[in-house]
């Protein structure tokens, strides 16, 4: 059974920063594009930024400079780390894993950026 679990969600001040962690279990993690999506209320998801098995990454043009992926395949973990935090960051914030035709997604975790 495949399992991505998010952590790392939070409240945070503009200007604040935040790190969240994707726990992967269930698949051979190296094997996969890993992913982070966000959707803020009334909008649609929208591509953050992802991490291939090479460890390029892609960014959305909203989040560069700002937004670091990276991953830790000896712990089948991707992270996000957010700095400079912007009111239109809040958002619930989703991992997804990629590969061929699978396509997994975790529960997502809640990041808020208000005074």
């Known amino acids: 059974q495949v399992q991505l679990v998010e952590s790392g969600g939070g409240l945070v001040q503009p200007g604040g920063s935040l790190r969240l962690s994707c726990l992967a279990s269930g698949i051979s993690f190296s094997n996969y594009v890993m992913g982070w999506y966000r959707q803020a209320p009334g909008k649609e998801r929208e591509l953050v930024a992802t991490?291939?098995?090479?460890?390029?990454?892609t960014y959305a043009d909203s989040v560069k400079g700002r937004f670091t992926i990276s991953r830790d395949n000896a712990k089948n973990t991707v992270f996000l780390q957010m700095n400079s935090l912007k009111p239109e960051d809040t958002a619930v914030y989703s991992c997804n894993a990629r590969r061929v035709i699978e396509n997994h997604w975790g529960q997502g975790t809640q990041v808020t950026v208000s005074s």
């Open positions: 991490i291939n098995r090479s460890a390029t990454t």
